[in-house]
Each structure stands twice: as structure tokens, then as C-alpha cells.
Nanobody, 114 residues
Framework: QVQLGESGGGLVQPGGSLRLSCAPS????????MGWYRQAPGKQRELVAR???????DYADSVKGRFTISRDNALNTVWLQMESLKAEDTAVYYC????????WGQGTQVIVSS
């Protein structure tokens, strides 16, 4: 079973930055691809960034150039650095395996608003 814990969300003005953190259970981290997902009100959950155990990354077009995903295998932690935030980035953000496991954490709320 995957145990996940996201943190770092909050209210930020357009153009601002946030850094999200996730510390999944060690058994789920390992050599797996980890990703950050988000779900905006009234929309389906989407994958916005993923990182392999070797550090290779991939991003959704909507966040490319603004978000950076990274991980530290020794610390068993994955981060999402978000820059130049826009109102449309408002969502609950989750971390999970890629492909996602059936269980999800509570996520962390990001609100981009002036």
C-alpha cells in the first residue's frame, strides 16, 4: 500500500512561487517513477510532472518552463517547484507513482489569486 504525504500548498498571488513536498512510504518510492498530479474544481485529475529514479523529467505542456520536479532517493522525497504561477494553476496537488497507485493522499491545496 502506498502511503503519501503532500505539503507546501497555500495562497499565492499570480506570478508567485511555491514549493511542494511529498514523502511517500519507502516501499513505494524506490525505483519507481514519481509524479505530481493536480485536480482543479470540476476537472479531472491530471499528471503535470514526473521524474524517474535516475532524475529524468517530463512535464505537461501547461506547466513546462514554470514547474520543476525533483527527487532525492536518499531522503525518500519528491518536490515540485512552481514558478510564475497562474490562476489556472489553482488545484489540489497530489503525488503518486506513475502510473498512479489506487490510493491517494489528501493532497495540498494551491490557490493562485490576487
Amino acid at each position: 500500500q502506498v502511503q503519501l504525504g503532500e505539503s507546501g500548498g497555500g495562497l499565492v498571488q499570480p506570478g508567485g512561487s511555491l514549493r511542494l513536498s511529498c514523502a511517500p512510504s519507502r516501499s513505494s518510492f524506490g525505483a519507481n517513477v514519481m509524479g505530481w498530479y493536480r485536480q482543479a474544481p470540476g476537472k479531472q485529475r491530471e499528471l503535470v510532472a514526473r521524474v524517474t529514479s535516475g532524475g529524468e523529467t517530463d512535464y505537461a505542456d501547461s506547466v513546462k518552463g514554470r514547474f520543476t520536479i525533483s527527487r532525492d532517493n536518499a531522503l525518500n522525497t519528491v518536490w515540485l517547484q512552481m514558478e510564475s504561477l497562474k490562476a489556472e494553476d489553482t488545484a489540489v496537488y497530489y503525488c503518486n507513482l506513475v502510473p498512479a497507485a489506487n490510493s491517494w493522499g489528501q493532497g495540498t491545496q494551491v490557490i493562485v489569486s490576487s
